[in-house]
């Protein structure tokens, strides 16, 4: 089955340093990855996603991806993080088999703080 | 604007009481879910239906029910057989299902048994 793992719970960063927001995958074939992320008491919001094209993959508010095959990873990045990106993001991989073909299947998620 | 919107944005039960979350689209959106989400636990895929009056259970469905009556609308049936229904609830389209296919999020709902 696929699945995805985000580690961390909880990442701080103070305001204008990098974000690295953490994801792994599991698949067996070449997965379609997404991002999102979620404000208190909202929906979520797309990011970005990965289709099998550019391995880095540029999404909305200087956020970007990149995904590595060896390592089995799609990490968020961003160069300098503002007050305004605390939020908790979500990475999330489309289900491949049976079914439930298509479905998107969820991280536990990952809450960032931003320090002034 | 065209959306997903979910409502009530706020909704408490009595324990015992069946409650209906309703959920509606107008980006003619084939595909529709509705996921739980608890603090620390993600997003769990309660059902989803591809068509109209067709459905199907995800992950979680034991205590919930829907319908897809319309293109446009998915409610969710919130049963007094959900043993912990405390959570908040989002509303999702796609304009397919297939690998690949985003998925678009209403506000959510926030169910509070009391």
């Known amino acids: 089955a696929q699945s995805v793992t985000q580690l961390g719970s909880h990442v701080s960063v103070s305001e204008g340093a990098l974000v690295l927001l953490r994801c792994n995958y599991s698949?067996?074939?070449?997965?379609?990855l997404f991002w999102y992320v979620q404000y208190p008491n909202q929906g979520l919001q797309l990011l970005l996603k990965?289709?099998?094209?550019?391995?880095l993959v540029k999404g909305i508010n200087g956020f970007e991806a990149e995904f590595k095959k060896s390592e089995t990873s799609f990490h968020l990045t961003k160069p300098s993080a503002h007050m305004s990106d605390a939020a908790e993001y979500f990475c999330?991989?489309?289900?491949?088999?049976?079914?439930?073909?298509?479905?998107?299947?969820f991280g536990k998620g990952t809450k960032l703080s931003v320090k002034p | 604007d065209g959306g997903i919107t979910q409502s009530p944005k706020y909704l408490f039960r009595k324990e015992g009481q069946n409650v209906t979350l309703s959920c509606e689209q107008n980006?003619?959106?084939?595909?529709m879910y509705w996921y739980r989400q608890d603090p620390g636990q993600g997003l769990r895929l309660i059902y989803y239906?591809?068509?109209?009056?067709?459905?199907q259970k995800g992950d979680i469905a034991e205590g919930y029910s829907v319908s897809r009556e319309k293109k446009e609308s998915f409610p969710l049936t919130v049963t007094s057989a959900q043993k912990n229904p405390t959570a908040f609830y989002l509303c999702?389209?796609?304009?397919?299902?297939?690998?690949?296919?985003?998925?678009?999020f209403g506000q959510g709902t926030r169910l509070t048994v009391v």
């Open positions: 999702a389209s796609s304009s397919r299902r297939g690998m690949g296919t985003e998925a678009f």
């Open positions: 698949s067996s074939v070449p997965p379609y």
């Open positions: 990965y289709t099998s094209a550019a391995t």
């Open positions: 999330a991989v489309s289900d491949l088999y049976g079914g439930s073909q298509g479905n998107l299947i």
């Open positions: 980006l003619n959106h084939d595909a």
């Open positions: 239906s591809q068509i109209v009056n067709d459905f």
